[in-house]
């Protein structure tokens, strides 16, 4: 970390997202044992208590309608212990598969972490290849041909394009006089003048009375030349335009014959295939984390006393303890006890209360237990969310570095969502300047040319001003000023 530096690079960004997660993960660990601990502790209550019970009814057998209680006590007792002993196991068992997969998904970590290292050595090779390349290219007389007649032919088209919406404009204005001449538009309709024209020589006479009445041959012309105008432009702004098309293509083919006599090619594959590594990675990491998910969450049973060992072994106790005959002789204890046995009562009155106070640490201990893992998850999903959009790659960063570092450490506190996070975040993060140029030759002409880097954004494309060549500017004006109708035929 350089001291001072506004910005954070995308690969200090993950980090500080996975030493976030680290931890979070502490957290948890340790409010997980602080669980197990007390349901640990509530198993010890429930079997003091049957202890106690069974104590209490050896003072009162005669008033224990049930020949067998202590029997059951006794088997209950020995049971629970067998059932607890064999959760020790199955539990050890557990942690041993977390730590294995832990172990193994912390390997896939480290081997992605040398890739993405690989990954930037072949980005900057790749960048300072092609950098230089553009640098001989720039200086060279067929580039500078090449860019020239590129840059004319969009300058041309562009300002055709520009004549012809120019020309349909005064179309639709200057055309408005003729059209509404009934007389003219007749004539007109029927070709009147061309050699499209026929008639019968009744017809034709009455024809030519009518031309020479509304001024036919004086105006055909014109307006002629009014409604061709537009469609001859339009032509020729779509021959501009496909002359941009041809240009282009030679600039990018000698780029293209340029780039293939460098080792260029050869950086490209060399960082798709380190890109592919890390992809790969990153499925293998995705299963092993769901593997190391799926082990936790059977911890995470055993840890909040939901297991099938727990269960029955505190079914068992309480089953026992809430037989008819016993719960009445608790009560009955509880409420008047005799100095024999006074002794026990107040052993269980003792346990009766840490039993209410150990139940209310474990929901608060669940309720903090589950915000963690909510926590967790949702970060382990931004750092799968992250890696996907590669925005660790090389040249990826974050403007503010202490903005970063706020808007993770609110999602690590729960106080935003990852949905906030993401929308927060994007706003500071940019690609940095490399030292080769994205719009570079024809990388700058409307689509991604031969020299621009894999995957870098878009330069800013480039824009032409100037006229249309001499024969059309002089064709057109002359036409427009010939159009003065005054808004009338």
Known sequence: MVRGRRTLSGREALGSIEAALEELRQEEE??????????????????????????????????????????VLDRVGADAGTILDQRSAAFAR????????????????????????????????????????????????????????????????????????????????????????????YLWQRGYGTSRYRAWPLVRLLDGWVARLCGYH???????????????????????QARIDEVVDRLAALEREAREATDIPLLEAVLAERRNAIAA?????????????????RRG??????????????????????????????????????????????????????????????????????????????????????RRRRYDDYGSEFTDRSMFSTILEELVRGAITGAAYWERMQRYRRYRPRRSRPDFGSGGLGRRGPLSFPDFPEGRRRKFDIELDDVFEDIFDTVRDGFKTGGRF
Do not use: W
């Not at 197990?36 to 309608?65: G, P, T, W």
């Not at 026990?344 to 840490?354: H, K, S, T």
């Open 94 to 185: 557990i942690e041993e598969h977390v730590r294995a997969f832990e172990r193994k998904v912390a390997d896939l970590h480290a081997r992605r972490a040398a890739e993405r290292n690989a990954v930037d050595a072949a980005s900057a090779r790749l960048d300072e290849a092609e950098a230089q390349l553009q640098k001989k290219l720039a200086a060279t007389a067929s580039h500078k041909s090449a860019l020239k007649a590129v840059e004319t032919a969009r300058q041309v088209a562009e300002e055709a394009r520009r004549k012809m919406e120019l020309a349909e404009a005064d179309r639709a204005e200057k055309a408005e006089p003729y059209e509404n001449e009934r007389l003219f538009m």
């Open 301 to 386: 049973a055993f840890v909040r006393g939901e297991d099938a060992h727990f269960r029955r072994a505190t079914d068992r106790l309480v089953e026992a303890l809430g037989r008819s005959s016993l719960a009445a002789l608790h009560r009955e204890a509880l409420s008047t006890s005799s100095p024999e046995d006074e002794r026990i009562v107040e052993r269980l009155q003792q346990l009766d209360q840490a039993l209410k106070e150990a139940e209310k640490d474990d929901r608060h201990v669940r309720d903090l237990l589950r915000s963690a893992e909510r926590r967790r998850a949702e970060l382990e999903d931004v750092r799968i969310e992250f």
């Open 30 to 71: 340790t409010l997980a044992a602080r669980q197990k601990r007390i349901s640990e502790r509530l198993m010890e209550i429930r079997n003091d208590q049957a202890q106690a019970v069974r104590e209490l009814a050896r003072f009162h057998l005669d008033r224990i309608d049930d020949d067998d209680v202590l029997e």
């Open 218 to 240: 004086r105006a055909r012309p014109n307006y002629a030349l009014l409604i061709e105008l537009p469609v001859r432009l339009k032509e020729h702004a779509d021959r501009m």
């Open 281 to 297: 990675l990153d499925d293998e990491i995705a299963v092993a984390e769901k593997e190391l998910q799926a082990v936790r969450s």
